[in-house]
């Protein structure tokens, strides 16, 4: 197991040497890189006390006591840089370091300016009898971790929702790899929280176990993560402007559609006059046939604000950009279909020539809108 471990750390370390030298970086690969970074340093620092190697020296114990106040901050922080237009690094993210940083002062004073013998001591009594901070350390390492997936995975879903209102696909941009991955995180904070809580009434795992079912869960983590986090590119590069207004919750529009527009300057004439341009764009030009077609594009070419087009769409139509993209390609598809062209291409080359991007959305989205699959739908014609 140890050896895992080990090369568990090698990896990490590996794939934040390419997270650093990948091409077109935003700062999102940047804080990537060195959240791998720091997990390869995690897995030596278990990797020196499975071995025995931290206790023939000392001086490296306790070095990662306070590691785990770090994950959760890391993993939240490279989301969020993800799924923000301006993917820029604000000082305000310095505060979930807090805690680490507070654990770490403290223990430089406490801990490690202490004497080989003293360390070798230290470490002896804590485990006997854990004092008011490394009782606190636990405590906050256990539930700190937890609480910072279930955040992240809230705010993943939130961008899930936003980004219907902002582009005509979602293949590569929806970060579904990265929920997967905090899903697996989750997983070892759990085992953390079993090993720590109710393993101390039910000691079903002993300590060495559940450690290692931690790490290995980590390891595994860290290959997910640096090979989707390195093929991932910037979801908003290039198309917002730091004067437009923030991305507007399609999930909420029904509700407070008037609070959200308000302020918009939109006038209904104008929305209307928009809205028979944007529909005769769609109809003459067709440009939903571009499967990675986005509100900036079309925006652009009726020479309208992205917003005030999205604020169209969604006032006039009552409809996100994503479905009402996507209603053009289906019909395109049943066109196609109705015009037998299917004789001579299959399905999925339609679906392809119609602005689709892959099999499984062209299947889901085509049953959402017409209630039917695709080959239900020929079946019937």
């Known amino acids: 197991m140890d050896v895992i471990f080990l090369l568990g750390a090698t990896q990490a370390f590996f794939l934040a040497f390419l997270a650093f030298n990948k091409k077109g970086k935003s700062t999102a690969d940047y804080i990537l890189a060195f959240w791998l970074c720091f997990m390869g340093l995690h897995l030596l620092d278990h990797y020196s006390y499975s071995t025995g190697i931290a206790y023939q020296y000392p001086h490296i114990l306790g070095i990662g006591v306070s590691f785990p106040l770090l994950q959760g901050p890391l993993m939240f922080l490279y989301i969020q840089l ?54 606190f350390l636990s405590f906050l390492s256990t539930m700190l971790g937890p609480i910072y997936v279930i955040w992240s995975l809230i705010k993943l879903r939130k961008h899930i929702k936003n980004i219907s209102n ?33 393993g101390l009434v039910f000691p079903i795992l002993d300590g060495d176990l559940s450690g290692h079912l931690i790490y290995l869960s980590l390891t595994i983590a860290i290959f997910f993560l640096g090979y989707f986090g390195i093929r991932q590119q910037a979801i908003y590069v290039n198309l917002s402007t730091a004067a437009e207004p923030p991305i507007i919750d399609i999930v909420k529009v029904e509700e407070k559609k008037e609070a959200q527009y308000k302020k918009s300057g939109l006038k209904d004439e104008e929305a209307k006059k928009h809205l028979q341009e944007l529909i005769a764009y769609m109809d003459g030009e067709k440009p939903y046939l571009n499967g990675k077609l986005s509100l900036k594009e079309v925006a652009a070419h009726i020479d309208i604000s992205v917003n005030h087009l999205s604020q169209i769409i969604n006032e006039q139509l009552s409809k996100s950009f994503f479905d009402f993209v996507n209603e053009y390609r289906v019909a395109e598809v ?40 695709p080959s239900q739908y020929i079946f019937n014609k």
């Open 82 to 135: 993800m799924i923000t237009r301006n993917n820029k690094f604000k000082w305000s993210y310095l505060l979930h370091a807090i805690p680490f940083l507070f654990f770490t002062v403290y223990f430089l004073f406490d801990f490690y300016f202490l004497t080989t013998e003293g360390k070798l001591a230290y470490y002896a009594r804590e485990e006997t009898d854990p004092s008011i901070a490394v009782n």
């Open 166 to 198: 902002r582009f005509s696909y979602t293949e590569e941009i929806d970060l579904k790899w990265l929920k997967h991955v905090l899903i697996g995180l989750g997983f070892v904070w759990l085992t953390v929280m079993f090993s720590n809580f109710f």
């Open 334 to 373: 049943k066109k196609q279909i109705e015009e037998m062209k299917h004789e001579q291409f299959t399905l999925l080359s339609i679906a392809y020539n119609s602005g689709f991007n892959s099999k499984s959305s062209f299947n889901s989205i085509f049953k959402k809108l017409t209630g039917l699959t």
